[in-house]
């Protein structure tokens, strides 16, 4: 157990709405990193951080921005929520110091409707 | 852009069959990582296999990393009801170094 949690679990909010994630950890660990979760399409990277006030862009981050003001939370923000951005967030770790190529602790994700 | 696809997507299957999951690739990855994933959780971390030609095994997994460090296989032997869940490989790519993930196989196994 990696000691990760996500707030909230469940979120139904309307398009045009802003919306904000938050993922936390106990254990402070450096890397943290947004995926979001489709049908069909695995898990794909939003955005990630290496260090607090540290983040960079992942395969899908338009629309979403990001920011990690302490090392136990990286909060996941969508400016203005669309319906293509329903989908399942998880939350992840990495416990080494390699960048992104350790393996991954998942948190149990949010699961995002937007209408 | 390296894309890694997983093979089936989709498999049902009866206790005590035995089972394969591909991932392949074009491109070289420096590892690949195998989790399993049940409804409304996250991903769990299985595996990792480093070196071509790599096997391990775990009870009655066993996960093998090409010569060539460009595809994986997950073989499940006597598959099980508690083995029903997403699998998913991830490799470690070339480019910053970021996980890559298949888009999954899920599995069903029905008692």
């Known amino acids: 157990d990696a000691g990760i949690t996500q707030s909230p679990r469940h979120k139904v909010t309307e398009t045009g709405t802003p919306v904000t994630l938050r993922c936390h950890q106990t254990?402070?660990?450096?890397?943290m990193y947004w995926y979001r979760q489709d049908p069909g399409h695995g898990l794909r990277l939003i955005h990630y951080s290496y260090g607090v006030k540290d983040t960079d862009k992942g395969e899908v981050s338009d629309g979403y921005s990001v920011s990690r003001s302490k090392t136990e939370d990286f909060l996941l923000t969508l400016e203005s929520a669309t319906s293509s951005q329903t989908s399942v967030y998880f939350c992840a770790i990495s416990l080494g110091q390699l960048r992104t190529a350790d393996e991954q602790y998942f948190g149990p994700g949010t699961r995002l409707t937007v209408t | 852009t390296q894309l890694l696809e997983q093979s089936p997507q989709f498999l049902s299957i009866q206790e005590g069959e035995n089972l394969t999951v591909y991932c392949n690739s074009s491109s070289v990855f420096s590892s690949l990582q195998w989790y399993r994933q049940e409804p409304g959780e996250g991903p769990v971390l299985l595996v990792t296999?480093?070196?071509?030609?790599e096997v391990k095994k775990l009870k009655r997994l066993t996960f093998q990393f090409g010569d060539a460090r460009k595809d994986s296989s997950l073989h499940i032997t006597a598959a099980q009801p508690g083995d029903t869940g997403l699998y998913l490989c991830?490799?470690?790519?070339?480019?910053?170094?970021?996980?890559?993930f298949g888009q999954g196989t899920e599995l069903s196994v029905k008692p």
């Open positions: 991830a490799g470690v790519s070339n480019q910053g170094g970021k996980l890559i």
């Open positions: 296999v480093v070196t071509g030609g």
């Open positions: 254990e402070n660990h450096r890397y």
